[in-house]
């Protein structure tokens, strides 16, 4: 069984100050890990993906997420908040022997103050 | 946006109305998909379909009805919806061709339904 646990729901940051949003993961072998941002209104727009490699992400929008093995984390970040990036972020796992079946998290709402 | 669309964008219906939502993908995909959203709840996988083919049922009623007539559309058929049904239903596709786990799945803008 594969599980994704966003432990915020909300997230409030000002604008310019670093935000991050924060993801934990549970797996049975090798980790594959999504980020997505939906805008009100909107379906999810794809941020980014860890396969392996390099345990920093870079992704859109500035937007960059740090895997971290020995905690099973793979928190959201950014140097410096947008007010244009309040949304609702979704963290998404799948595992290495598993096709196709993205298992998402219930997702935190950011909201960047002016 | 443009990469995958759904229409319509809203639907109100009735408890005994027929109505089928509509998605296509402009990507070249070969798999897509149909989830559920629901407020505060994690997506919920529907259907999975790859080369037309149904590859996944996540134990849906059978009031909702997926059909997959080519690789580019999908189409979800509602029937005798209750009203818990309500939600924000998302299509997305995906490259998929050999089940690779780091495929990435694209998403249009869903369909926000309204069961009476």
């Known amino acids: ?114 | 946006e443009t990469g995958v669309t759904q229409t319509p964008r809203h639907l109100v219906m009735g408890m005994t109305n027929k109505k089928s939502l509509k998605c296509e993908q402009h990507l070249g995909h070969n798999a897509m998909y149909w989830y559920k959203q629901s407020a505060k709840k994690p997506l919920e996988l529907m259907f999975v379909y790859n080369f037309k083919e149904q590859t996944e049922n996540n134990s849906v009623p059978s009031r909702f009805s997926p059909e997959c007539p080519n690789s580019s559309h999908l189409f979800l058929h509602l029937h005798t919806l209750q009203p818990e049904d309500s939600a924000l239903y998302l299509c997305a596709s995906s490259q998929d061709a050999a089940g690779s786990p780091t495929d990435t799945q694209y998403f249009g803008p869903g369909t926000r339904l309204t069961v009476l």
């Open chain 1, 1 to 114: 069984a594969q599980s994704v646990a966003q432990p915020e729901d909300q997230v409030n940051v000002a604008e310019g100050n670093p935000l991050t949003v924060k993801c934990t993961y549970s797996v049975s072998g090798n980790p594959y890990l999504f980020w997505y941002v939906q805008y009100p209104n909107r379906g999810l727009q794809f941020l980014l993906k860890y396969i392996t490699g390099d345990n920093l992400v870079k992704g859109s929008y500035g937007f960059e997420a740090e895997f971290n093995k020995s905690q099973t984390s793979f928190h959201l970040k950014k140097p410096s908040a947008l007010v244009s990036d309040s949304a609702l972020y979704f963290c998404a796992v799948r595992a290495s022997g598993s096709a196709r079946q993205l298992t998402f998290g219930s997702g935190t709402q950011l909201t960047v103050l002016p």
